[in-house]
DNA sequence: CCAAATATAGGACGATTGAACTATTTTATT
DNA sequence: AATAAAATAGTTCAATCGTCCTATATTTGG
């Protein structure tokens, strides 16, 4: 099922018990971290959480550093499945694929996990390296898609242009996130602030051109700010 | 200079020096939350930082939780003073003006402070609803000003679909602190990013209409997903 | 089935945490 | 100057933290 390089201890994991229980304490740090954030994330509520003592804990990940290293790897290698899979269940035309992948981004962090977890990573790669990461390799890979049907969608854009204007549909879908996600005021109207998101984004990646954004030469010419 | 009611405890913070040293426990309680992230954040440190001893500190705020709904309110009334100078500084024009917080908003949230500081609000939001409850008043608060220019520059539009679109235009811009921000891998293509910003919201806000944002009865006929 | 590797339990360590308490010093007002 | 209020220092407490160590139980491969 999972394939991915895990970064417990070596040694341990080779057995089947190792490797179930490596995924129990995953699991159950994950949905601590959601629950409670990092503040209340330790190892003796995982190890509660999974049924195991500290000592066995410590046994798999001798450090919490170690710990949480492994942690976002699976949290994040389960969003780039999830978002692999609804790539390939959307429509034929560029334009479909691409409403179809902002339907799924909305969907998906209205969810009580997502929309707990992601502000706890943004929060996290403030301040350790590691996550910042983690995070931005992930950010890189999800925008993979949404850069070539931008590509499609509008093939006069650059590929900087291209980068960018995905960066910053990527980056307002997030922002999103703590106003119409899961318990947010904003959550009974979803539905129209995703029609609003379609609206603009398509029109945006259909209508803007070079001009629009400044060229390095012009950039030098006219500082807008 | 700030004039907003306290909740530090009942009799202190009357004598001058009381009120100076109420600023510095803020101000460093702020620092540290930006630095160290909420999990880094505690009273000995704070104290620390300050230069008084716990004892002192606990005098101000009996509990960590008094000193961080202080901390909150401190910080966002901050953020609202300037926003409203911001506001007075913009252009005649409501596009204009539109177009003045738009940049002002990008240019804070690139900022040091900011960057660090919203991510920690953000998560700090999912599990503590007083938290929770001072960050959507403070955006809350945010949103009136753009909420009236949409209303100038696109007077069809009804009231809750104004406020959906200010939200949209408002989340979108948050989103991009993770990306763009200071020290952010995007933070050099700030200036491009910031134009893409200024024509999608530009457009978004003068082209959208009643058609595009589905009213509640022809919500019901058809639903989008 | 047996030996080596792996998994688990339980305790202990020093450090840090939020909180509480008392005694002393400083401030402002009469 | 006197006095009441406010500010500060210093200590202690129980709880929790990450980490480490040792002994025992379990699993797997030969």
């Known amino acids: 099922m999972r394939s991915i390089k895990l970064q417990n201890r070596p040694g341990t994991g080779t057995y089947i018990k190792g490797q179930e229980r490596i995924e129990q304490i995953l699991v159950a740090a994950q949905g601590i971290l959601i629950d409670k954030g990092y503040s209340g994330l330790s190892m003796r509520k995982i190890a509660t959480a999974v049924g195991i003592t500290i000592g066995n804990l410590h046994y798999y990940y001798p450090s919490k550093k170690d710990l949480l290293s492994d942690l976002l790897d699976h949290v994040i290698e389960g969003y780039l499945l999830e978002f692999n899979t609804a790539r390939a269940e959307a429509g034929s035309s560029a334009l479909d694929q691409f409403i179809a992948i902002i339907n799924f981004i909305v969907d998906d962090l209205t969810t009580h996990d997502t929309t707990n977890f992601f502000p706890e990573l943004w929060a996290l790669a403030n301040h350790d390296e590691q996550a910042a990461e983690r995070m ?12 070539d049907l931008i590509a499609q969608i509008n093939p006069t854009l650059s590929h900087q242009q291209r980068e960018e204007v995905g960066l910053f549909i990527s980056a307002s879908l997030e922002g999103l996130t703590p106003f119409i996600g899961n318990g947010k005021p904003w959550n009974s109207n979803v539905a129209n602030i995703k029609r609003i998101a379609i609206k603009s984004f398509v029109d945006l990646v259909t209508d803007i051109r070079d001009e629009d954004i400044a060229s390095s030469k012009s950039e030098l010419i006219a500082a807008c700010d």
Chains 1, 2 share one sequence.
Do not use: F, M, P
């Open 136 to 147: 931005h390799e992930l950010y890189r890979k999800a925008r993979l898609d949404i850069n």
